[in-house]
């Protein structure tokens, strides 16, 4: 799964096509090639001009309303429940029981720190189920939180799998798709045919999940 600062990119084949191109429009990025070019040089043409993809995006999403700041009493996704917000006090951000305090003084900030620290044990139990389930658990290396710019997650070829902070604000499935997705690297390092069958044994809709990561995820 490829991402240019948080933006899914999209692959689009054609037999008629002769050269590569690249689209960039606001919250998508699309990757224009002939059928004949492999993966691995459409991997390359892309960090080449990842920073011009990068550029283009910043300038596109600088034209849009700011995010609205948190709101006392707001509802905030975590991990499939909706926590309230109270903003409040001072100090590190807690959770008793369904509420999640914020300081009042950067609590943007506060949520940060806080989501990374709490998602950590769930991230790693999720992953840890699906190599399971892949009968690749013998590969499987750390797990840790990501605040990478540009994936929702990545594995290496030691079998260390990250997984971003903000998946924990998405729909379940679609951050169970996400962890799944990179627990399938553990067997396949590539997004071969082979590769899809295994994470389609185990999760058959895996595809809605992914539309829905390429056309909200911006939103996360």
Request: proline residues 6%; aromatic residues 8%.
């Amino acid at each position: 799964m490829w991402e240019v600062a948080g933006v899914p990119v999209t692959i689009k084949r054609s037999a008629r096509r002769r050269t590569v191109a690249l689209q960039v429009a606001p919250g998508t990025v699309t990757l224009y090639a002939p059928v004949r070019v492999p993966v691995a040089q459409l991997e390359i043409i892309l960090e080449t001009r990842r920073d011009w993809v990068t550029r283009h995006l910043a300038a596109y999403a600088a034209r849009l309303p700011a995010q609205a700041a948190l709101q006392d009493g707001q509802p905030l996704p975590f991990l499939g429940q909706f926590l309230t917000v109270r903003l409040e006090g001072a100090g590190p951000a807690r959770r008793v029981g369904e509420t999640l305090f914020l300081p009042l003084d950067q609590p943007e900030a506060a949520l940060e720190r806080w989501t990374r620290a709490a998602c950590a044990g769930p991230y790693r139990a999720l992953v840890e189920a699906y190599a399971g389930q892949l009968d690749a658990q013998g590969r499987l290396g750390r797990v840790t939180v990501s605040t990478a710019r540009s994936r929702w997650g990545s594995c290496t070829a030691r079998g260390d799998i990250r997984l971003h902070w903000k998946l924990s604000r998405a729909p379940l499935e679609v951050f169970h798709y996400v962890a799944l997705h990179e627990a399938a690297h553990l067997l396949e390092l590539n997004h071969s045919a082979r590769y899809w069958a295994n994470v389609a044994r185990i999760m058959p809709d895996w595809s809605r999940q992914r539309t829905w990561l390429r056309e909200q995820g911006h939103t996360l």
